[in-house]
């Protein structure tokens, strides 16, 4: 597949893309999402295709208001609309029974449709003028980190999509926080820039997804955030091995009592949060071959963090 892609700042120009069928790629306050009409199965198709994502792997429609919603569901529960008033729009996704208009290729055969309403004006003034929910999982071929600049957009997919929608600079660089509201209680899937604490706080009786229950979010069994290079904990172990290794790379929030070619050292945990997928994705561009990054707690955004690297970090 080879076609001509444009990077445009024009919201009306993408949208037209979106409008013929064809995916675009486009900036949304967590990362960039890789979008096609939620009704369209052969638009959405394409989207499977160009990432290479597995078939049973279903995406987030994405809306630019809240009556919307009506548009996907058979019905909103208690704690959706909880979440709904509180954190729409914004980076968090809800899920939800689906009605019959939704295809099954966009929930990838469940009877649930993940929903989210991005903060970001630009991204909602693209889906308005879209006239449809845009269904869009991040734009970055599957396994790869997650892009949160236009350009990484453009290394993943250039020839292979006809249309990047340029916007405004991604603002948090984690991918939103999913929460199952299909089932009570409400179960989070994927820890993002929303917390469990904050979701705690408006409904009590949240959990966090348990590792060893039946696969609940089918991405969560696949490979993913993994750049070419290693990515190793930092440990007292390890310690001596990286410090005189030219090829190696460091990410964290505290100082290494080692020597890199390359350090990051992040100013808070959102920090660490929203410089994670750049980092991973420069340290490949400039041929490191291991990248150690620092453990956090996992309370507040280290949750995420700790998702993102612990998964990372699986791939080896
Ligand atoms: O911030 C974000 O969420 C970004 C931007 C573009 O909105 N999107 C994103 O999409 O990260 P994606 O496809 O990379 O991740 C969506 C996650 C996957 O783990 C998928 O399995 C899960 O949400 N998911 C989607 N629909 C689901 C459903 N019906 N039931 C359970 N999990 C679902
Ligand atoms: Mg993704």
Same mark, same amino acid.
């Given at each position: 597949?080879?076609?001509?892609? @444009?990077? #445009? #700042?024009?919201?009306? &120009?993408?949208?037209?893309?979106?409008?013929?069928?064809?995916?675009?790629?486009?900036? =949304?306050?967590?990362?960039?999402?890789?979008? +096609?009409?939620?009704?369209?199965?052969?638009?959405?198709? %394409?989207?499977?295709?160009?990432?290479?994502?597995?078939?049973?792997?279903?995406?987030?429609?994405? @809306?630019?208001?809240?009556?919307?919603?009506?548009?996907?569901?058979?019905? @909103?529960?208690?704690?959706?609309?909880?979440?709904?008033? %509180?954190?729409?729009?914004?980076?968090?996704?809800?899920?939800?029974?689906?009605?019959?208009?939704?295809?099954?290729?966009?929930?990838?055969?469940?009877?649930?449709?993940?929903?989210?309403?991005?903060?970001?004006?630009? #991204?909602?003034?693209?889906? %308005?003028?879209?006239?449809?929910?845009? /269904?869009?999982?991040? +734009? !970055?071929?599957?396994?790869?980190?997650?892009?949160?600049?236009?350009?990484?957009?453009? !290394?993943?997919?250039?020839?292979?999509?006809?249309?990047?929608?340029?916007?405004?600079?991604?603002?948090?660089?984690?991918?939103?926080?999913?929460?199952?509201?299909?089932?009570?209680?409400?179960?989070? $899937?994927?820890?993002? &820039?929303?917390?469990?604490?904050? $979701?705690?706080?408006?409904?009590?009786?949240?959990?966090?997804?348990?590792?060893?229950? &039946? @696969?609940?979010?089918?991405?969560? %069994?696949?490979?993913?955030?993994?750049?070419?290079?290693?990515?190793?904990?930092?440990? =007292?172990?390890?310690?001596?091995?990286?410090?005189?290794?030219?090829?190696?790379?460091?990410?964290?929030? !505290?100082?290494?009592? +080692?020597? *890199?070619?390359?350090?990051?050292?992040?100013?808070?945990?959102?920090?660490?949060?929203?410089?994670? *997928?750049?980092? *991973?994705?420069?340290?490949?561009?400039?041929?490191?071959?291991?990248?150690?990054?620092? &453990?956090?707690?996992?309370?507040?955004?280290?949750? /995420?963090?700790?998702?993102?690297?612990?998964? +990372?970090?699986?791939?080896?």
């Amino acid at each position: 597949m080879c076609v001509k892609t @444009i990077v #445009t #700042t024009s919201v009306l &120009k993408a949208a037209s893309f979106i409008r013929k069928g064809e995916t675009v790629a486009f900036p =949304t306050e967590t990362v960039y999402g890789l979008g +096609a009409d939620c009704f369209n199965e052969k638009a959405v198709m %394409k989207i499977f295709k160009v990432k290479g994502r597995a078939s049973d792997n279903p995406l987030i429609v994405h @809306i630019h208001t809240k009556s919307q919603i009506r548009l996907l569901v058979r019905e @909103i529960t208690e704690s959706a609309y909880r979440i709904i008033k %509180k954190f729409f729009p914004g980076p968090v996704t809800v899920i939800l029974e689906k009605n019959d208009l939704v295809p099954h290729l966009v929930t990838a055969g469940l009877n649930t449709v993940a929903i989210r309403m991005p903060s970001m004006k630009f #991204t909602r003034e693209f889906i %308005k003028k879209c006239g449809v929910p845009i /269904a869009a999982p991040s +734009a !970055n071929i599957s396994g790869k980190p997650s892009s949160v600049t236009w350009e990484h957009v453009q !290394n993943d997919f250039k020839g292979r999509i006809p249309c990047i929608l340029k916007g405004p600079e991604v603002k948090y660089g984690i991918e939103s926080t999913v929460v199952d509201c299909s089932v009570e209680p409400p179960v989070l $899937l994927r820890p993002g &820039k929303i917390t469990l604490e904050e $979701l705690q706080r408006i409904i009590p009786e949240i959990t966090l997804v348990n590792k060893s229950s &039946k @696969i609940k979010s089918p991405g969560m %069994k696949y490979r993913h955030y993994s750049p070419e290079a290693k990515v190793i904990f930092w440990n =007292t172990e390890n310690r001596k091995l990286a410090a005189d290794n030219e090829n190696s790379a460091y990410i964290g929030l !505290n100082k290494p009592d +080692a020597s *890199f070619r390359k350090i990051k050292i992040c100013k808070s945990p959102e920090d660490y949060a929203s410089s994670l *997928f750049s980092f *991973f994705r420069e340290c490949d561009r400039e041929g490191f071959k291991k990248i150690y990054v620092q &453990k956090v707690q996992r309370t507040g955004i280290g949750l /995420a963090i700790m998702n993102r690297l612990d998964k +990372a970090a699986a791939r080896q």
